[in-house]
Each structure stands twice: as C-alpha cells, then as structure tokens.
C-alpha cells in the first residue's frame, strides 16, 4: 500500500517519514523549491529542519502524482482545505482523505471532516487529530492521536494502515467530537499564552484550561458530540499539551500578545480563524463562551487583556 501527504508543512513532513519508516510514501509540495531540498539534502529545511528524512519518502510538486495513492492524509491548513478538494476533486473523490487539520471553516463554521464530506460525498472522510508535535513524531517519539471516522470499518482499516512502532492510534466514529476537539483547544490556547505572557501565573493558565475546556463541553453537547471523546486524546489530551507548549503556535501567538510583541504574520494559527468561527456559531445557538468571546476581542484588538480579565472575573458567582 502506497500512502500520500499532500502537504509538506511540518506536520505534514512528519507524518510522511514517520509512516515512510512502515513503507512508501508520497510527499507533495506546492513548493518545487522544496521538493528540490527533500531529495538533494533529505530534509524540509523550511518547515522541519534538523530532521533527516527516510529513503522510504518521495517527494513531487506533481499532484498527479498522488494517484497511486490508496490513502490521501491532507495536510494543508483547514481554511485551505476545501479550495485544495475543489482543485483536485477529480483524483481525490473516491479515495480515503484523512484531513490532518485542527480548526473550523470560516465562512461555513465546519470541521474538516464535514468539508471532506460536503465537498466530495464519494470519498472515505476521516480525521487525524490529537496532542502531537511535528518534530517529536517524526524523530519516532512515542505519540499517540485519534482517528475519527464515521464509518466504523474504514476507521479499523487506516487505524491498521497508519499506526507505527511509535505512533499508536485510537479510532472513533465521533468525527463531530474529534472535530471540535481539536479546533476549540486552540483557541483555549491562545487565550493561556496570552495570561503566561502578562505575567498573570499558572493558577491563572490553569482557570483558563478547565473553565475552557467547561466551554468545549457545551458546545459538543449542543452539536451532538459525546462526551467521552472530549475527554479522550482529541480533547483533554491535545488542550493540555497546546496550553503548555511554546511548540504550540496558539500558545506563542497568545505569548506575543500578552507580552505586546509582534507575531510573523506567515506562521499558520488556525486558533485566530477558528475562534471567530466558534464566537459566531456560539452565538447563532445561544452557547455561553465568555473565553473564546474574549479571544477573538483580544485578536481584533476591541479590548485589552486587562480589560476582559476583569470582565471574567466579575462574571456572576456560580456553582462548578
């Protein structure tokens, strides 16, 4: 079985030399500049530097080439996801897309899974989600991440077909679940960067992390997610390590904010757009999310930190 990455990002790369070790894999890039440097050098010096690819991985600027692909991981940013299923739906509509994205469409307030789904029906839709680092998978550190997919028996087979010696998966139809998971720790996390870098301490992180993740629940709850996959990898395991991390791009750009640092306006936070998102879809269904509501005002700039720490303090006393 040949698997392909269309994506070479970080993790992206990562997830190619780390199933490259299993067996062949297919790693596309918009960039030829970077495909240029994987095969001369055998590493991605722009996205994951340091880190020496296997032989197992090939890497191509030809889409085209993906179609020997039985298993497609997509690993492009989830505001970018459905314009690369528009582009390529022809070679992608009936094979096993799993998206590697954490986030919520803007415009639409959709998961990855629900894109792939909505996009192109005929195709195998799941997730790859859960507490990684690039680099820690694909040095082969020890990581273990969740693969939702609604059908139960496809889920089995990429559960067989993407675990390694070193990466171990847990597989779930709760694609909803999985789904959000992954997209509101973000912005849970940009909110604890932002009170580590004021200064405002660990208890303070550590309000932020449960009462956040207090708002993860609800908002499962009202979109039909169960529970016990909120607390499982794609949730509680991934909110912990993105809050804790300045790995996590979420927690740094919520470091430079509290800090009052610029952030590079090229690195990919998909918390931003995914906040937004959520504020809005909160909104539209009556969910009460005081932290992710105050995220997005710190992102556009409408109030200070130290005005919407206030505001979350004197919210009314109420039972846990």
């Known amino acids: 079985m040949t698997v392909a990455v269309a994506g070479s990002g970080a993790f992206g790369t990562a ?64 505001q970018q996801l459905r314009q690369l299923l528009a582009q390529h739906g022809d070679l992608l509509m009936d094979r096993r897309l799993v998206a590697c994205c954490k986030g919520i469409e803007l415009n639409t307030g959709l998961g990855p899974v629900a894109v792939i789904a909505e996009t192109l029906p005929a195709a195998t839709a799941a997730l790859l989600t859960g507490p990684s680092f ?17 059908d139960a028996d496809a889920g089995e087979t990429l559960q067989q077909q993407l675990s390694t010696p070193s990466l171990r998966l847990y597989r779930t139809t709760d694609t909803t679940g999985a789904e959000l998971g992954g997209a509101l720790k973000n912005v849970i996390a940009i909110a604890c960067g932002a009170v580590i870098g004021a200064g405002l301490g660990n208890s303070a992180r550590a309000a932020l992390m449960t009462r956040g993740y207090a708002e993860m629940l609800r908002m499962a709850a009202v979109l039909g997610a169960r529970p016990d996959t909120l607390a499982g990898l794609s949730g509680f395991g991934d909110l912990t390590l993105t809050c804790t991390s300045e790995q996590s791009r979420n927690y740094r ?68």
């Open 15 to 78: 997830m190619a030399a780390a199933l490259a070790r299993k067996g062949p894999v297919i790693l596309w890039s918009r960039s030829a500049d970077q495909v240029a440097d994987i095969q001369a050098n055998r590493c991605n010096s722009a996205r994951l530097p340091g880190i020496d690819l296997p032989e197992g991985l090939s890497a191509t600027a030809d889409f085209a080439a993906l179609r020997t692909a039985e298993v497609i991981l997509l690993a492009v940013p989830m």
């Open 253 to 320: 750009l919520g470091l430079s904010i509290g800090r009052g640092d610029d952030f590079d306006p090229s690195i990919t936070v998909e918390g931003a757009a995914t906040a937004r998102a959520v504020a809005a879809s909160a909104q539209a269904r009556g969910i009460d999310m005081p932290i992710t509501k105050s995220v997005v005002a710190l992102l556009d700039k409408k109030q200070t930190l130290t005005e919407l720490v206030s505001q979350l303090l004197t919210r009314s006393l109420k039972e846990e």
């Open 134 to 150: 690039a680099a820690e998978i694909a040095r082969g550190l020890p990581t273990a991440l969740t693969l939702a997919c609604a």
